[in-house]
T-cell receptor, first 115, second 110 residues
Framework: KAGVTQTPRYLIKTRGQQVTLSCSPISGHRSVSWYQQTPGQGLQFLFEYFSETQRNKGNFPGRFSGRQFSNSRSEMNVSTLELGDSALYLC??????????????FGPGTRLTVT | GQNIDQPTEMTATEGAIVQINCTYQTSGFNGLFWYQQHAGEAPTFLSYNVLDGLEEKGRFSSFLSRSKGYSYLLLKELQMKDSASYLCAVSTGTASKLTFGTGTRLQVTL
């Protein structure tokens, strides 16, 4: 079974631009969560989507948004980029219900650099 | 608020046993997770505790005390490949919403 895939793997943007990151979960997984990882703050929860609906949200400004499609693929968008948005953005998928639904599988991440 | 503490760095010798502690203060608790993350790679799931006690899985064991807000990850028969960061995380909502500690970087030496 293929793992979680994220595209692109690396991205360089300038301040003020916007960016869209994509995540394809493991087949059959319906929940997708997004995290931001930085050396200073560690892993921080952004939001979770399930059945095309945002189910949970972390403490990030409204510049960070996301969505989920009917095939469970998810995108996150960051508008008006700031230098502090430079980070590794990780996507994780899980079953959401039944079995080991608590177990999240992480993708390789998208490394975003804002200059 | 949410607060999860774990040591920043630890060093241990190949073949030894190491215990990585995690204390937490969170509003709500639905389970505690341990993840392993090698440099430049994604985190991988190690263990999940929701009830008090010890969960054993091969060379790795995880312990939880909910009344004390305390957990530890025990790694036995350390191998060089165990050099990685170990992340403690608490679920306060659905299991897909995790609050992570900053991680413990473990260095295994010869």
């Amino acid at each position: 079974k293929a793992g979680v895939t994220q595209t692109p793997r690396y991205l360089i943007k300038t301040r003020g631009q916007q960016v869209t990151l994509s995540c394809s979960p493991i087949s059959g997984h319906r929940s997708v969560s997004w995290y931001q990882q930085t050396p200073g703050q560690g892993l921080q929860f952004l939001f979770e989507y399930f059945s095309e609906t945002q189910r949970n949200k972390g403490n990030f400004p409204g510049r960070f948004s996301g969505r989920q499609f009917s095939n469970s693929r998810s995108e996150m968008n960051v508008s008006t980029l700031e230098l502090g948005d430079s980070a590794l953005y990780l996507c994780a998928s899980s079953l959401a219900f039944g079995g080991n639904s608590y177990e999240q599988y992480f993708g390789p991440g998208t490394r975003l650099t804002v200059t | 608020g949410q607060n999860i503490d774990q040591p920043t760095e630890m060093t241990a010798t190949e073949g030894a046993i190491v215990q990585i502690n995690c204390t937490y203060q969170t509003s709500g608790f639905n389970g505690l997770f341990w993840y392993q993350q090698h440099a430049g790679e994604a985190p991988t799931f190690l263990s999940y505790n929701v009830l008090d006690g010890l969960e054993e899985k091969g060379r790795f064991s995880s312990f939880l005390s909910r009344s004390k807000g305390y957990s530890y990850l025990l790694l036995k028969e350390l191998q060089m490949k165990d050099s990685a960061s170990y992340l403690c995380a608490v679920s306060t909502g659905t299991a897909s919403k995790l609050t992570f500690g900053t991680g413990t970087r473990l260095q295994v030496t010869l």
